[in-house]
């Protein structure tokens, strides 16, 4: 699978949209870009993800770059309960959509988001 | 309900000893993984079985055994061996491209 880079941290203003970057410079054809999302001392959560178009769902928007070498998840209006660990993942999905192959998390973005 | 059910949720053990974390789910999917999570870290993957009776090393293996006997169950052992065993445990499943996480042990050495 490949690897991801994401910030360490970052802040946004309550209301107003988050934008969370991804770097996956070395993605093959075949592999999906992922978000999970972990708040304090719980299980991650599904967020989206997607192959090479833009994505949206009820919690937030996908951006993939034509290249496919990074992506952006965008919460469009923040709130105080979107404050938590941003995980983004490359995997190989088979075919039907099946994934397969190990699932790897790298460190993650902590998103704060304030009053 | 459909889930993943890990138990206990806090679990405590004296240095030296074997203890067993449980992970059972009624989702019907194949793979399920174990991950160890440490304070201010992300999640390493341990071990991970895409199919009953088969299962493979994550990247942090070592002190730690699993068995895969049923679909449902996945329980990971944390050995003696584990030289730091004290952190947060998660398993997860998945299928058709969303994986799921149960809620997680909190495992102490004391």
């Known amino acids: 699978d490949a690897k991801t880079t994401q910030p360490t941290s970052m802040d946004c203003a309550e209301g107003r949209a988050a934008n969370l970057p991804c770097n996956h410079s070395?993605?093959?054809?075949?592999?999906?870009v992922y978000w999970y999302r972990q708040i304090h001392s719980q299980g991650p959560q599904y967020i989206i993800h997607?192959?090479?178009n833009n994505e949206t769902n009820e919690m937030a928007s996908l951006i993939i770059t034509e290249d496919r070498k990074s992506s952006t998840l965008i919460l469009p209006h923040a709130t105080l309960r979107d404050t938590a660990v941003y995980y983004c993942?490359?995997?190989?999905?088979?075919?039907?959509?099946?994934?397969?192959?190990?699932?790897?998390f790298g460190q993650g973005t902590i998103l704060t988001v304030h009053p | 309900d459909g889930g993943i059910t890990q138990s206990p949720k806090y679990l405590f053990r004296k240095e030296g000893q074997n203890v067993t974390l449980s992970c059972e789910q009624n989702?019907?999917?194949?793979?399920m993984y174990w991950y160890r999570q440490d304070p201010g870290q992300g999640l390493r993957l341990i071990y991970y079985?895409?199919?009953?009776?088969?299962?493979q090393k994550g990247d942090i293996a070592e002190g730690y055994s699993v068995s895969r006997e049923k679909k449902e169950s996945f329980p990971l052992t944390v050995t003696s061996a584990q030289k730091n065993p004290t952190a947060f445990y998660l398993c997860?499943?998945?299928?058709?491209?969303?994986?799921?996480f149960g809620q997680g042990t909190r495992l102490t050495v004391v």
């Open positions: 070395t993605i093959s054809g075949n592999e999906y």
């Open positions: 997607g192959l090479k």
């Open positions: 997860a499943t998945d299928r058709n491209t969303e994986a799921f």
């Open positions: 993942i490359v995997r190989a999905t088979g075919a039907g959509g099946t994934s397969y192959g190990k699932l790897t």
């Open positions: 079985s895409q199919i009953v009776n088969d299962f």
């Open positions: 989702l019907n999917h194949d793979a």
